[in-house]
């Protein structure tokens, strides 16, 4: 509250609640929309409880919630900069990558382009759930979807703990990368503009 005013924008990349089911998770949305800015959320890996935009967006409207919206194939626009991305998925080269998780990558990155596409302003920042690459910085078909776009800037999280070490050098390729998961930040939010 201290840091974030009314009219601010605030991204959370995913793993917002642990409920299992959508209707389970009305207490944290309820916190969510007491505290300050307008608050857009994408899937990270535990948030099982996300389902359809319509079903999710549906449960905003049942519950009166005004400030907090879903970033899922679309995009928004906060102070002249358009505000992407997806979850992400395991990419290839990454050790727990397997033949399995090639369709679920693949599908991240058609997620990706198509909130891409929906960019407003020539100031693009992408948010992911996963990291997009490992620390060694090879490419693959997420980095050139965001180099296709000319993505300036790329936000991610799920690397909590000791693996905050494996986190993404700060600028490869012309796009600069940084961590923003909650316990490396010291749960205070990290101005991007």
């Not at 679309?74 to 992407?84: D, H, K, M």
């Not at 948010?127 to 997420?142: A, R, V």
């Not at 965001?146 to 703990?161: A, E, I, R, S, T």
């Not at 012309?174 to 923003?180: E, H, N």
Request: proline share 3%.
């Amino acid at each position: 509250q201290a840091s974030v005013g009314v009219d601010d924008t605030v991204v959370l990349p995913g793993d917002f609640s642990w409920a299992t089911y959508l209707e389970e998770s009305k207490k944290d949305f309820d916190f969510l929309e007491s505290l300050n800015g307008n608050k857009i959320i994408l899937k990270g890996n535990h948030d099982y409880w996300w389902t359809t935009m319509s079903k999710l967006n549906e449960f905003l409207d049942n519950n009166g919630y005004k400030t907090i919206s879903f970033l899922h194939n679309n995009s928004y626009e906060a102070e002249g900069i358009s505000i992407c991305g997806t979850r992400g998925w395991l990419y290839p080269g990454f050790s727990g990558y397997k033949e399995s998780s090639e369709k679920y990558f693949n599908r991240e990155v058609i997620r990706l382009e198509n909130s891409l596409k929906t960019a407003k302003t020539d100031e693009i920042y992408v948010f992911t759930h996963y990291p997009p690459m490992s620390n060694m910085c090879e490419g693959n078909d997420f980095i050139d979807m965001m180099k296709k776009y000319n993505v300036k800037k790329c936000f991610y999280g799920h690397l909590h703990g000791k693996s905050h070490e494996n986190k993404i050098r700060e600028e490869y390729d012309g796009i600069k990368y940084y961590l923003i998961s909650s316990d490396y930040l010291k749960f205070s939010p990290k101005r991007i503009k």
